[in-house]
């Protein structure tokens, strides 16, 4: 999976915020759409319009994320990140 697929495939969650950062390792990219699909999962009858993705970069060798979601769900969206930013970590 590209960058094109996640944006396209996960599309309301890059509307009000910016794109993956061309920083992104393509490596990282499957992790990146696993987060992704976890989002909707975890999102999936719910509101989508309250989160989106503020900023998916790489930062000093790791993965550094951002995002604006509802104050409930942010313990659940921080667990997925925390998953992402480990499978990045295995990638070499």
């Excluded at 599309?11 to 909707?40: H, M, Y």
């Excluded at 999962?41 to 994320?65: C, N, P, R, Y």
């Excluded at 409930?72 to 990140?81: F, G, K, M, Q």
Aim: charged share 25%; with cysteine; hydrophobic share 40%.
């Amino acid at each position: 999976m590209n960058r094109d697929d996640i944006h396209n495939l996960y599309r309301w969650q890059f509307e009000s915020g910016r794109r993956l950062d061309n920083s992104v390792p393509e490596g990282w990219l499957p992790a990146i759409a696993v987060l992704c699909a976890g989002v909707a999962e975890l999102l999936k009858g719910g509101a989508t319009q309250g989160f989106h993705w503020m900023d998916i970069k790489e930062k000093h060798g790791m993965l550094s994320v951002s995002y604006s979601a509802p104050h409930a769900l942010t313990e659940a969206i921080d667990a997925l990140v925390d998953r992402a930013e480990a499978a990045c970590r295995q990638v070499e």
